[in-house]
């Protein structure tokens, strides 16, 4: 399976430390609460243009793994 999660980053100075894209100050939460809302993933590319569907794939594999317990690391953006 080909992992998007190095899209995924975790820096103490961005976001207090909470997972992000790509060191940019946009959270996994928020890019999940978008699609748990039910917004498409066309939509929050539209909204967020410096985004690419990768990064959204890579928010879904973030949380099914994290759901999951599973640990893995994070490099720091």
């Given amino acids: 399976m080909n992992t998007n999660l190095e899209r995924i980053?975790?820096?103490?100075a961005i976001c207090n430390g909470k997972p992000v894209i790509r060191g940019l100050r946009i959270t996994v939460k928020t890019i999940l609460?978008?699609?748990a809302a039910g917004e498409?993933?066309?939509n929050i590319l539209a909204a967020y243009p410096f985004l690419e569907e990768a990064d959204i794939k890579a928010c879904i594999e973030?949380?099914?793994?994290?759901?999951?317990?599973?640990?893995?690391?994070?490099?720091?953006?």
């Fill in 40 to 42: 498409s993933v066309e």
């Fill in 62 to 77: 973030f949380a099914a793994k994290t759901a999951d317990g599973e640990h893995f690391s994070l490099t720091a953006a």
């Fill in 33 to 35: 609460e978008y699609l």
């Fill in 9 to 12: 980053t975790i820096d103490e």
